[in-house]
């Protein structure tokens, strides 16, 4: 598979049961620290906020202690903010979205 090729999860996620929410983003794998993972969100203007979530975006759980954050203007990306181990959920604090 070409570096081209879109994938709505990196090889080394997986999507499954969240003790936080219904369905969580888990690693299969380690991650680094400071690692930029994909697009979680565009913003799309026909949206009621603006944004459309990836396959990316649409299963990362909140946290208050959260182990990434997503950063960027238009395109907005997940990076993890710490070492992530295999098996742990990744997790952001939601600030996107008007509650």
């Known amino acids: 598979m070409s570096e081209e090729t879109y994938r709505p999860l990196p090889s080394y996620l997986t999507i499954r049961d969240s003790q936080i929410e219904g369905l969580g983003l888990f690693a299969k794998e380690n991650i680094e620290k400071e690692k930029k993972i994909g697009i979680s969100h565009i913003f799309w203007f026909a949206g009621s906020n603006g944004l ?3 396959p990316l975006g649409g299963f ?3 946290s208050d202690t959260p182990n990434c954050e997503i950063r960027g203007k238009y395109k907005k990306y997940l990076h993890t903010l710490f070492d992530i181990k295999a098996g742990e959920e ?8 008007k509650v």
């Open 60 to 62: 990362i759980n909140h």
């Open 90 to 97: 990744l997790t952001v604090k939601y600030t996107l979205y």
């Open 52 to 54: 459309m979530r990836t």
